[in-house]
Every structure is written in C-alpha cells, then in structure tokens.
C-alpha cells in the first residue's frame, strides 16, 4: 500500500496494490495490519457505511463533536471529489481544506482522521461512497459547516449547482461552528 500525506498531514491518501487481469481485479480495501504499519493509525472501526448519490449531490461537510469519528473512505462505483476540513481550532491548520478525486478506477482511499469536516461532490452520473468510522453515527452530536464558506475556500470541481439535502442547505460558516479545541 502507497500512502501519501495531503497538504493538511493527518489526513492521508492510501493506494492499494490492485491485481488485474482479463477477468478483473482484486485488492483488499482494508487490512488493520498494513493500514497501521502503512499509516502509524492504530484504531478500531466500529460502523461501516455505503451511500449512493446521483451527479451532482454534495454531502457535507460533516463532522460529530462528541463521538468524533475518524473516516476511512473510498468509492465503489463512479468518481467523486472529497474534502477534509481541519475544525480543530488549536490547529495551525484551522479551517483549512483538502480534496482528492476518489473512484472506482483510481481505487484511491482517504483517511480523514477526527477532528477535520468531511463532504464530498459525485461527479460522474452516480456513486456508491463506502466508508468505515471509528466511532458510532451520534445525531445529537453531529455538526454541519457549509459547503462554500468563503473563508474555507474549497474549489469545488466543475460548474454545477450541488444537490443538497435540507441540513447542509442550511449549514453556517466556520466562524459560527461548534468545533474542537
């Protein structure tokens, strides 16, 4: 496995080996093993999640203040562009972003540790988003910093208006967020 730092460190690239031939491939998606010797991250995955979106659809940016939750994602099927965001005040990278294109042909993974907001746009006509957490889903405990806060900044792919659901619609910006210390 190839694992490569973003410009914000914690939050890491993984590129599996992937065995093809004329019938297909294989690779294996995790193994706690290599992702700890790979990443020096030692810690249990708890809940696995699977999504599917059409074009167009952003989720996020997501984040859960208590019970946070460390992310690790990939896509199955399509292409997306997926975002971490530091919300760690304490950071010297406060509010600061990264984005990656994850897809079913690059088999690119992203670890978004806790602590950062997590989002992501599909670009091709669907895509199935598969991650696991580190901690439970905790509703109560889940905040929401809009997808174009201008001081965040994120270059969003493309000129599309993003499908949003109701809640990230009406997420605030980062200066008015509940974050980490």
């Keep these: 496995m190839k694992v ?7 939050v890491l690239i993984l590129e599996p080996k992937v065995f093809g031939d004329a019938r297909g491939f ?3 998606s995790f193994n706690r093993r290599v992702f700890r010797e790979a ?5 249990d995955f708890v809940q696995d999640n699977h999504s599917r979106s059409a074009r167009g659809v952003l989720r996020g940016l997501h984040y859960q203040v208590r019970q946070p939750q460390g992310k690790l994602v990939r896509v199955a099927r399509g292409a997306v562009f997926d975002v971490a965001v530091d919300v760690r005040r304490s950071s010297p990278r406060f509010g600061q972003w990264t984005g990656e294109l994850l897809s079913e042909e690059n088999h690119r993974q992203m670890w978004v540790p806790p602590g950062f907001a ?5 670009l091709s006509e669907s895509a199935e988003f598969l991650y ?3 901690d ?15 001081a965040v900044g994120i270059e969003w792919p493309g000129d599309v208006l993003p499908q949003l659901s109701a809640r990230d619609a009406a997420a605030g910006p980062l200066a008015d967020a ?3 210390d």
């Excluded at 490569?4 to 914690?10: D, I, K, S």
């Excluded at 990443?39 to 810690?43: A, I, K, R, Y």
């Excluded at 997590?118 to 599909?122: D, I, M, R, S």
């Design 26 to 28: 294989f690779y294996e």
């Design 136 to 150: 439970y889903y905790a509703p109560e405990h889940e905040r929401c910093i809009a997808w174009n806060d201008a």
């Design 178 to 180: 509940e974050v980490f």
């Design 132 to 134: 696991k957490t580190t």
């Design 118 to 122: 997590h989002g992501f746009l599909v």
């Design 39 to 43: 990443t020096g991250v030692d810690l």
């Design 4 to 10: 490569t730092a973003t410009r914000l460190p914690e």
